[in-house]
């Protein structure tokens, strides 16, 4: 894992994902990429130096985005990590993920007010869109952060055969990390099962898809996202993992996944993987 994605807009939350991430890149002597998408009127590549004139509001802001971009790689560069930008001019239908992809990303850092709404979810949001498309491991910032190293990270799951190949991404992020990994099963009324049972289902998983032992925690709560929530806190986690099973936007509307619950609820990083198609 050594190219991390910082997707900006240069907002607080923002700022959180950059410093989040400058921190995780010199943990993993990984590379970063500050990516600023401006939404910009017309083709704004094909435009002479006098028709860019015709649009001085939009101009102005491209200028403050290149400062903006240029301080970042600055930032890094104090720290000693290696850094590139991209400042991306399109009419509102591009898309991070594409950038993902040409770039060879390996993981994604991005910021979130983490509110959670009928606008947000009409509008749509980047951070809930590459959520729910991005192939590698996302780890999404809340504003009020104040975790930079992970020490302690939950992975939440329910031990299903199809998720086993996306645990072993986590497994070796939390590695390169240097991270402890803390498997959590929450036990849910409407999912009940005995103690023996999710034991053995879950050791019978980690046998198959783990490289290390671990100690399963189980917690009763009400909520799947109740549960990881009270264990995080009575752990002191530095994040939590889980498996995002990506929704469509208008699905994701109606029913809300545990990882964007999570993402509205906790202060701390979350730590998206989406299932394998595997």
């Known amino acids: ?63 403050k985005a290149k400062k903006e971009l240029n301080t970042l790689l600055e930032m890094a560069e104090k720290s000693g990590v290696k850094a590139t930008k991209l400042l991306v001019f399109n009419s509102g239908n591009e898309k991070i993920q594409k950038f993902i992809e040409s770039e060879k990303i390996d993981i994604v850092v991005m910021g979130s007010h983490g509110q959670y709404g009928f606008k947000e979810h009409m509008l749509g949001t980047n951070t809930y869109s590459v959520l729910r498309r991005a192939e590698i491991p996302v780890i999404v910032v809340k504003e009020d952060n104040v975790k930079t190293a992970v020490k302690n990270l939950i992975f939440a799951t329910n031990f299903k055969e199809e998720t086993g190949s996306s645990f072993s991404q986590i497994e070796k992020l939390a590695e390169e990390l240097g991270a402890k990994l803390h498997i959590l099963f929450v036990n849910t009324p409407t999912y009940f099962m005995e103690t023996n049972d999710i034991l053995s289902v879950g050791q019978s998983y980690l046998n198959e898809f783990g490289n290390y032992n671990y100690d399963i925690t189980i917690i009763d709560a009400f909520k799947e996202e109740r549960g990881i929530l009270q264990f995080a806190e009575k752990l002191d986690a530095d994040g939590i993992a889980v498996i995002t099973f990506g929704k469509s936007d208008l699905m994701q509307y109606f029913s809300p996944s545990i990882t964007e619950n999570l993402i509205a609820m906790s202060e701390l990083p979350v730590i998206s993987i989406r299932k394998s198609k595997k």
């Open 1 to 63: 894992m050594k190219k991390i994605l910082i997707p900006t807009d240069f907002s607080a939350c923002a700022k959180t994902a950059e410093t989040y991430g400058m921190e995780l890149a010199k943990q993993i002597k990984a590379e970063l990429v500050f990516l600023h998408i401006i939404i910009t009127p017309v083709n704004w590549s094909k435009l002479t130096k006098e028709q860019e004139n015709l649009f001085p509001e939009t101009k102005e802001n491209i200028s």
